[in-house]
């Protein structure tokens, strides 16, 4: 009998195994003799894969058997309701002649089980003898160290080809520490790694200094492409602070905040700068809240850089810097908050970078305290995402190669300028009499910049805020905030609100602080160092992301409403909404925000639920989150006191099938769990009985749909009139409607970049959602969006 099934087989203990393990292969002969003596002709089962392995020889546990899914590039736990149809090509199995089963197991010497439950007993009552425990060490909280470092105790065992589980002699370790009889303790470095990564479990991470007393793992068993974790005890070069809050509350209800400053390139940048030196340099990244300050603060790092917006009060006509509280609201932190803490608190900080608009009058603080140099934005200013990053990932690479911070700063200011450098206003203090400057401070700063923002295409030299007479802008923005009676002669002018001679350039904003500035301009941070790498103290943080993925606009208000219900007595919660309007990537951005703040810290896991074709295959995948789980009893188990996420995305088809028997496994998960929690994701809003608690991913508000609009359309495609986000709010369209879909912003950008005008897509829009509710603008935009392309296709 001709079997037309080829069985492949690896061991590993690991996924990561899969790359590195020698393929055995079912001999054909051996497949064909028990096909024929049991009968079979079209369908393999379990079972029948279970014995051919076996047969073959196979030392494996059975409930850990995984294939290999070519669709999803995966392996999937084989459960006991496995078939595989030998007739056609299923979508586990490659394409083609023979058909090729790959399969992943977990070997297991049986034979050596007794022999090592015998040495560890041996293990365990040694260490009784010699009195030799873990602990945490009262001066580095998270620094594993050994109380009595012992003598060589482990030269009196006796060789074994297997690891030694030391987990029931030493307590609990990580699953991936082993010890070989052989050798010394060690580590698998790339699974630690990624384990600590992705799971965010809580055991502590090892010292990485040179191997000493109270040191268990040196630093070369980390390979190089990984960066290097900090020794708990090591004194910090730089720590960076951001903060993102979300919402904003004064008693008496919520209100979205703009969106945070650009902190995840702000931070890449300067990592990225600081390993290039090759050089031992001990990095830090926290959140940017009061409590974080005082720690930050307490730990004495060399350099300080704060991270944030800064905004100014109108009711108390003061500046502050945004940070955040654990509930993920705005916490401003004014010039008197600063000085509190400051005053309680002793540091020896040697330079503190607040790198935020209008940050001058709080960070003048750090240098009443007696800071030598403070680097900071002029008050009366903004300053650019892209121009601020600049900046400072210049004068890292020159403090860090050694040159005085005067030498340092003035260096940073020619390597940043350039044509992007152009400011939207003069890096100068105004004028009490400036038109500009008075609306600023009585109306809004952020509004005043936009106005100051030149939107014209014609003027080639609009970047440095010179004009062609003519200029349609330039001609309003000096009837607005110029001199009074102003008026124009020349071919070109400078357009200005107080100061038209002084330079227009973005750096000009930064500005040096010291109470003695000779001093301080020649003070040498950082002496040519040793060489070595990055040193990273924070695991969760921007450096690492969870789960990459591009920022969504204008969607704070519902981030905080998530991250308010993730962190309520809410086991199960359903984000809802239509197709495309964002919900993955909210979750996913949700997910990182929990994740940099240490919440849900021992697991955060996404499953796509659209890849599972049965109860079985999804709940395979959700064991695999746990090392040595193989059912529902074993995960329960391991998760009973853990706090967890899962996030399962796309979930409406497997709800349509397999709703009833999903629903019981997650009532039962719940039960015989504390702290795990479920996040859904659905486009309808179906009714679980789980008691869950709904949000509704929506449309966006019209300012955030013209930012959108703004940032996915070139310029020059849009009207020069609605170039500025406030008039473009203005607009027909953006006034008729309370909150505009993606989609609709999708269709009119598509429109604009073929070369319809702005005003013919408004009319013909708002005639027709005239009769669509708001509700209904997604799925409306798609099909028009549709339509109007295969217009274009066919024509």
């Known amino acids: 009998m001709s079997v037309n099934l080829v069985i492949k087989y690896v061991y590993g203990g690991s996924k990561d195994d899969i790359t590195k393990a020698g393929v055995h292969q079912v001999s054909q002969e051996r497949v064909s003799k028990y096909f024929k003596d049991h009968a079979i002709q079209t369908v393999v089962k379990y079972q029948n894969i279970i014995d051919l392995l076996k047969s073959d020889g196979a030392q494996f546990y059975p409930n850990s058997v995984r294939y290999y899914d070519p669709y999803s590039e995966a392996y999937f736990r084989m459960e006991k309701d496995f078939t595989l149809e ?32 015998a040495l560890n007993q041996r293990m365990k009552q040694f260490e009784q003898q010699l009195n030799c425990k873990f602990h945490r060490s009262d001066s580095a909280k998270s620094g594993l160290t050994l109380s009595k470092p012992p003598a060589n105790t482990m030269g009196y065992l006796s060789p074994a080809t297997k690891p030694i589980d030391l987990r029931y002699s030493f307590g609990p370790m990580h699953p991936n520490i082993s010890f070989d009889l052989n050798q010394s ?58 903060a993102e809050p979300l919402a904003r509350t004064d008693g008496k209800g919520v209100y979205s905040l703009p969106d945070a400053v650009d902190y995840e390139e702000e931070c890449n940048k300067i990592y990225e700068t600081l390993e290039r030196k090759e050089m031992r340099i001990h990095l830090g990244i926290e959140i940017a809240s009061r409590e974080n300050l005082v720690k930050v603060l307490s730990s004495n790092p060399v350099i300080l850089h704060i991270l944030c917006h800064g905004e100014y009060d109108k009711q108390k006509g003061k500046f502050f810097l945004c940070f955040e509280n654990s509930n993920g609201e705005l916490d401003p932190i004014f010039a008197e908050d600063l000085k509190d803490i400051l005053g309680r608190v002793n540091t020896d900080i040697k330079l503190v970078f607040v790198n935020a608009c209008h940050s001058e009058p709080v960070a003048r603080v750090f240098t009443d305290a007696g800071i030598p140099c403070v680097i900071a934005v002029q008050s009366q200013l903004q300053i650019a995402d892209a121009i601020a990053r600049k900046f400072a990932q210049e004068f890292y690479n020159f403090i860090f190669d050694g040159y005085s911070i005067g030498t340092a700063f ?7 300028k350039s044509p992007e450098s152009r400011s939207c206003c003069c890096g100068h203090q105004h004028k009490q009499t400036c038109k500009w400057y008075r609306m600023a401070i009585q109306e809004d700063y952020h509004q005043a910049h936009l106005l100051h923002d030149p939107v014209c295409l014609e003027c080639p030299r609009k970047s440095e805020h010179i004009h ?33 001679d002084l330079p227009h350039d973005e750096v000009l904003k930064f500005i040096k602080l010291s109470q003695n500035p000779e001093e301080s301009d020649k003070l040498v941070l950082y002496e040519p160092k040793d060489k070595g790498r990055l040193e990273f103290r924070k695991q969760n943080s921007v450096i690492e992301q969870k789960f990459p993925v591009k920022r969504l606009i204008g969607r704070n208000k519902i981030m905080y409403d998530l991250l308010k219900t993730l962190r309520g007595p809410s086991r199960f919660i359903k984000l809802v909404g239509k197709g495309g309007v964002g919900k993955t990537v909210l979750a996913k951005q949700m997910a990182n925000y929990l994740h940099a703040r240490n919440f849900f810290r021992n697991k955060i896991a996404i499953l796509n639920m659209d890849k599972f ?55 039962e998960i719940a039960d015989l769990t504390k702290s795990v929690k479920f996040l859904l994701i659905l486009n309808q809003p179906l009714d679980l009985g789980l008691k869950e608690v709904t949000l509704e991913v929506g449309n966006l508000y019209p300012v955030d749909a013209a930012k959108l609009l703004l940032a996915n359309t070139p310029m020059d495609k849009i009207p020069m009139k609605y170039r500025n986000i406030e008039e473009l709010r203005k607009s027909d369209l953006f006034v008729n409607y309370k909150t505009i879909s993606p989609q609709v912003i999708w269709l009119i950008s598509t429109r604009l970049m073929k070369g319809q005008s702005f005003d013919k897509i408004q009319r013909e829009l708002i005639k027709e959602l005239g009769t669509v509710s708001e509700d209904s603008q997604c799925d409306h935009a798609i099909e028009k969006t549709l339509r109007y392309l295969i217009c274009i296709l066919v024509y």
């Open 468 to 500: 062609k007479m003519g200029c349609r802008w330039a001609d309003q923005f000096m009837m607005t905030f110029g001199p009074d009676g102003w008026f124009n002669v020349e071919l070109e002018f400078k357009t200005c609100c107080c100061e038209p």
């Open 86 to 117: 030998l007739s056609r090509s299923s979508s586990m199995l490659s394409v083609g002649a023979p058909l090729i089963l790959r399969l992943w197991i977990k070997g297991a010497n049986f034979t050596l089980r007794s022999r090592i439950t």
């Open 185 to 242: 303790l060690s580590i698998r470095p790339e699974e630690y790694r990624r384990d600590r990564r992705d799971s965010g479990s809580g055991v502590p991470m090892p010292s990485l200094g040179r191997y000493s007393e109270g040191s268990l793992y040196p630093d070369y068993y980390y390979p190089p492409s990984y960066p290097s974790r900090l020794s708990i005890n090591a004194k910090l070069d730089i720590a960076i602070m951001y």
């Open 410 to 416: 003035n260096n940073a200011l020619v390597a940043s």
């Open 613 to 667: 074709y049965s109860l079985s295959s999804f709940l395979s995948e959700l064991y695999s989150e746990e090392e040595f789980v193989n059912d529902i009893k074993g995960f329960c188990e391991a998760m009973k006191s853990k706090d967890a996420l899962f996030i399962l995305e796309k979930c409406d088809g497997f709800l349509r099938t397999h709703m009833i028997e999903f629903v019981r496994t997650l009532t």
